[in-house]
């Protein structure tokens, strides 16, 4: 079985492929490309949330939550995962959705039901503790999510993927990744590290919070279909899913404020204010959910899809990635760079203010800033250099440590 550090690294490597296509997808606007757009676009995102996102998790749970006497076990899972992630990688530029990439696609679905089998039968957690039930839950919602994939192949074969249906399951797909696996799972590691460093939450703050959250997580699918102009019952039920979102948002605060002292204590400054960032994110990534709520801008969402992308990217590469650095510094599995996040962050926070703008633009039918996709190329290209420089500096850390080991 392959360390954790090992893993990481891989993980970390993922990141920087899905970055290199993300500047690939922005220079087709400025140069000539001879590749399919649409293949790189594939081949960008599922590298992104199955390998970098996918990995970097399920390696986490590994490392924190599961018995080492499993060990074993779980070696096949980790490579057959790789295996699939890899296959995607050569098979969906070269012909999209095919036979191949639909065949390492359906695979790596089986590899992540397997995943949660062995994680339910050899975890060392107790099932009382919420850090169980934020990972247990995150993992449902994972597998819950694959439902997506699974009823796209059925669409395209019978209404076309210019049915509504086809859009509305790659959405039900995104939320639960982006809603639910992501985010219980980053949680449930927070709380663990809270735990780690002696800061227990009291029950009477983290229960309320876990079924809002759950609440919230299941009900705000519906905000995904309002772009239809569904009957008044989904309205009202994503009204209650932002209505619950929002008493959870409340709750996290509670929880914020309430243990906020000891939490400085625990952090050095920069990682504190790397949390509060990310937390900063969260709230924002609330805020545009609720908007949604409303018909005006659920029709404005579904005509300008930069604002779709601005909140996947807020969600994956800011709240998503940044967790990620954190925790792979608090554990030891990677010293992180504090210069290539500095150059990430900066990277990240002027493309979401492009992508943004571009939304805004064409809302709004205003002519955007001479050379602005050449810009996007440049700002994409921080984020590739900010992940080098965190991988660099995570080779040499691992390095040094096997040497001294050997000497």
Same mark, same amino acid.
Request: aromatic letters at 22%.
């Given at each position: 079985?392959?360390?954790?550090?090992?893993?990481?690294?891989?993980?970390?490597?993922?990141?920087?492929?899905?970055?290199?296509?993300?500047?690939?997808?922005?220079?087709?606007?400025?140069?000539?490309?001879?590749?399919?757009?649409?293949?790189?676009?594939?081949?960008?995102?599922?590298?992104?949330?199955?390998?970098?996102?996918y990995v970097s998790l399920t390696s986490?749970?590994?490392?924190?939550?599961?018995?080492?006497?499993?060990?074993?076990?779980?070696?096949?899972?980790?490579?057959?995962?790789?295996?699939?992630?890899?296959?995607?990688?050569?098979?969906?530029?070269?012909?999209?959705?095919?036979?191949?990439?639909?065949?390492?696609?359906?695979?790596?679905?089986?590899?992540?039901?397997?995943?949660?089998?062995?994680?339910?039968?050899?975890?060392?957690?107790?099932?009382?503790?919420?850090?169980?039930?934020?990972?247990?839950?995150?993992?449902?919602?994972?597998?819950?999510?694959?439902?997506?994939?699974?009823?796209?192949?059925?669409?395209?074969?019978?209404?076309?993927?210019?049915?509504?249906?086809?859009?509305?399951?790659?959405?039900?797909?995104?939320?639960?990744?982006?809603?639910?696996?992501?985010?219980?799972?980053?949680?449930?590691?927070?709380?663990?590290?809270?735990?780690?460093?002696?800061?227990?939450?009291?029950?009477?703050?983290?229960?309320?919070?876990?079924?809002?959250?759950?609440?919230?997580g299941v009900l705000t699918l519906f905000?995904?279909?309002?772009?239809? &102009?569904?009957? =008044? /019952?989904? +309205? #009202? $039920?994503?009204? @209650?899913?932002?209505?619950? %979102?929002?008493?959870?948002?409340?709750?996290?605060?509670?929880?914020?404020?309430?243990?906020?002292?000891?939490?400085?204590?625990?952090?050095?400054?920069?990682?504190? &204010?790397?949390? =509060? /960032?990310? +937390? #900063? $994110?969260?709230? @924002?990534?609330?805020?545009? %959910?609720?908007?949604?709520?409303?018909?005006?801008?659920?029709?404005?969402?579904?005509?300008?899809?930069?604002?779709?992308?601005?909140?996947?990217?807020?969600?994956?590469?800011?709240?998503?990635?940044?967790?990620?650095?954190?925790?792979?510094?608090?554990?030891?599995?990677?010293?992180?760079?504090?210069?290539?996040?500095?150059?990430?962050?900066?990277?990240?926070?002027?493309?979401?203010?492009?992508?943004?703008?571009?939304?805004?633009?064409?809302?709004?039918?205003?002519?955007?800033?001479?050379?602005?996709?050449?810009?996007?190329?440049?700002?994409?290209?921080?984020?590739?250099?900010?992940?080098?420089?965190?991988?660099?500096?995570?080779?040499?850390?691992?390095?040094?440590?096997?040497?001294?080991?050997?000497?």
């Amino acid at each position: 079985m392959m360390s954790a550090k090992k893993q990481m690294l891989i993980a970390l490597f993922y990141l920087l492929l899905a970055s290199s296509l993300g500047i690939l997808l922005r220079l087709f606007p400025v140069t000539n490309v001879d590749a399919n757009y649409k293949y790189v676009l594939h081949t960008h995102s599922h590298i992104a949330l199955l390998g970098w996102v996918y990995v970097s998790l399920t390696s986490l749970i590994y490392y924190l939550f599961i018995k080492k006497t499993a060990q074993k076990k779980f070696r096949n899972i980790f490579y057959a995962t790789h295996i699939t992630i890899v296959g995607m990688l050569f098979s969906f530029p070269v012909t999209g959705y095919a036979l191949f990439s639909i065949l390492f696609s359906t695979l790596f679905l089986i590899c992540s039901y397997w995943f949660y089998f062995l994680f339910k039968k050899y975890h060392h957690l107790e099932k009382k503790s919420y850090i169980y039930k934020f990972i247990n839950t995150s993992l449902i919602f994972m597998t819950v999510s694959s439902l997506g994939p699974w009823a796209l192949g059925i669409i395209m074969n019978t209404l076309g993927n210019t049915s509504p249906y086809y859009k509305n399951a790659i959405y039900f797909y995104l939320h639960f990744q982006y809603n639910g696996w992501f985010i219980f799972c980053l949680l449930g590691i927070f709380i663990f590290i809270l735990e780690k460093h002696k800061i227990h939450i009291h029950n009477e703050f983290i229960s309320p919070f876990y079924k809002y959250m759950v609440i919230s997580g299941v009900l705000t699918l519906f905000l995904s279909f309002l772009w239809m &102009k569904p009957n =008044k /019952f989904l +309205y #009202f $039920l994503s009204g @209650l899913g932002v209505l619950y %979102q929002l008493f959870a948002l409340g709750k996290l605060q509670l929880i914020f404020n309430s243990y906020k002292i000891f939490i400085i204590k625990k952090f050095t400054p920069s990682v504190f &204010k790397l949390l =509060k /960032f990310i +937390y #900063f $994110l969260f709230i @924002l990534k609330i805020v545009l %959910q609720t908007l949604t709520i409303f018909p005006f801008f659920a029709e404005l969402v579904s005509y300008f899809t930069d604002f779709v992308i601005g909140y996947l990217h807020l969600t994956f590469l800011g709240i998503v990635s940044l967790a990620l650095f954190v925790f792979f510094n608090e554990f030891g599995l990677i010293k992180l760079s504090k210069l290539g996040v500095k150059i990430y962050l900066l990277g990240f926070i002027l493309s979401e203010v492009l992508i943004f703008y571009k939304g805004i633009c064409n809302w709004f039918q205003l002519s955007l800033i001479k050379h602005y996709f050449f810009i996007l190329v440049i700002v994409s290209s921080l984020m590739f250099f900010g992940v080098s420089t965190i991988i660099i500096q995570g080779l040499r850390h691992y390095l040094k440590r096997k040497l001294e080991i050997i000497i």
